[in-house]
Structure formats: C-alpha cells, structure tokens
C-alpha cells in the first residue's frame, strides 16, 4: 500500500512515534483518515509490532477480519500509543 504525505515539515516537527500491536490471529489494516492532505493504510499481520510517526490529533483505525470484508474493529487516538 502507498502512503502519501503533503503536509508541510514544519507541521511533521510536532509528530509523535506511536507503537502498535496486532494481538489477534487475524490480518489487520491500520487507516489514518482524519488528518487532511495526509493519507496512511498498511497492513499488520498476526503478533506484529508496527512503529510510526503520526500527527498527536490523529485516530488510528484498526480494520479487522478478511480482506474482502474487514469492519473497523477500535479506533485509537494516536496520542494513546505513543511512545517516548
């Protein structure tokens, strides 16, 4: 999956890394979509850990189930999965 970034750095300075767990036995895709200009999709497999750097307003979702059909399962503020 692509991931595309348009916002200006100056705005990136204020990111925050955040880290998260896919602690299920399913495919997950993780979607940030509230952030305007800014789109984010990766897929995390079983048991992986992911690191990413994201805006602090940001909302994780967490789509889970089978490909053709994934429901958003949680949503998570990004500012809860940060890391220092």
């Not at 300075?13 to 984010?40: E, G, K, M």
């Not at 979702?61 to 503020?77: F, N, P, R, V, W």
Request: charged fraction near 20%.
């Amino acid at each position: 999956m692509s991931e595309r970034k348009t916002l200006l750095l100056s705005q990136q300075s204020s990111w925050i890394v955040c880290n998260y767990v896919n602690a299920t036995s399913q495919i997950q895709v993780l979607r940030i979509a509230n952030i305007p200009n800014w789109y984010f999709e990766r897929v995390i497999f079983p048991r992986q850990r992911f690191r990413f750097e994201a805006p602090p307003d940001a909302d994780l979702e967490i789509h889970t189930g089978i490909i053709a059909s994934a429901i958003l399962s949680d949503k998570i503020q990004c500012n809860r999965l940060h890391i220092s």
